[in-house]
């Protein structure tokens, strides 16, 4: 059972801003970084933000990542066809002593 | 480059018992935390279990705890989970992925993962 909450789908077309929130707890997004990871169809996941919104080496710059209090979000600008996968966050938390990830939010591209 | 090779998977009774295993390469094995995450199929992620750069501390996801077991033997450069008591419910891709210089970091990179189907 995900302990963070994302909305199950999103879509847009070529160009595009795309948003997908991530809804958390005081013992989770609220104290600890969220990470986002993308899982592109048959594959396995990638890491896509870290510490909020930090991008590693090779991940374009459309891609950025952002918190506030409980919540975070990850904003995909300028949507390309090969954006289509699913997206997770994830953080640490404290109260289950664990890892946690989001419910995942497919993004199609229209 | 870093690398993490899974195996041990595979089709095992209600009940049974499996380890995987997974090898490192590319970068010092000795200091990162290393993690267990699952995907069960159709479904999202789970993370499972991570250990410490050193072996000395792990923690369990609620659903695993008192049944899987995660080690590591830096020598090798290998992760190992060893998993006893299997459910239905265990069904699905295991990755490994490497952690940071402590366990609370992010995971990068994964590995390819392996399946595991517990079923009669």
């Known amino acids: 059972q995900s302990v963070l909450t994302q909305p199950p789908s999103a879509s847009g077309t070529p160009g595009q801003r795309v948003t997908i929130s991530c809804s958390g707890s005081s013992s989770n997004i609220g104290t600890n970084y969220v990470y986002w990871y993308q899982q592109l169809p048959g594959t396995a996941p990638k890491l896509l933000i870290y510490r909020n919104n930090q991008r590693p080496s090779g991940v374009p710059d459309r891609f950025s990542g952002s918190k506030s209090g409980t919540s975070a979000s990850l904003a995909i600008s300028g949507l390309r066809s090969e954006d289509e996968a699913d997206y997770y966050c994830?953080?640490?938390?404290?109260?289950?002593?664990?890892?946690?990830f989001g419910t995942g939010t497919k993004v199609t591209v229209l | 480059e870093v690398q993490l090779l899974e195996s041990g998977g595979g089709l095992v009774q209600p009940g049974g018992s499996l380890r995987l295993s997974c090898a490192a390469s590319?970068?010092?094995?000795?200091?990162?935390?290393m993690n267990w995450v699952r995907q069960a199929p159709g479904k999202g992620l789970e993370w499972v279990s991570v250990i410490s750069d050193s072996g000395g501390n792990t923690y369990y996801a609620a659903s695993v705890k008192g049944r899987f077991t995660i080690s590591r033997d830096n020598s090798q450069n290998t992760l190992y989970l060893q998993m006893n008591s299997l459910r239905a419910d265990d069904t699905a891709v295991y990755y490994c992925?490497?952690?940071?210089?402590?366990?609370?970091?992010?995971?990068?990179?994964w590995g390819q993962g392996t399946l595991v189907t517990v079923s009669s």
């Open positions: 994830a953080a640490w938390d404290d109260s289950l002593s664990g890892h946690v």
């Open positions: 992925a490497k952690g940071g210089s402590t366990v609370y970091n992010w995971f990068d990179p």
């Open positions: 590319g970068f010092t094995f000795s200091s990162f935390a």
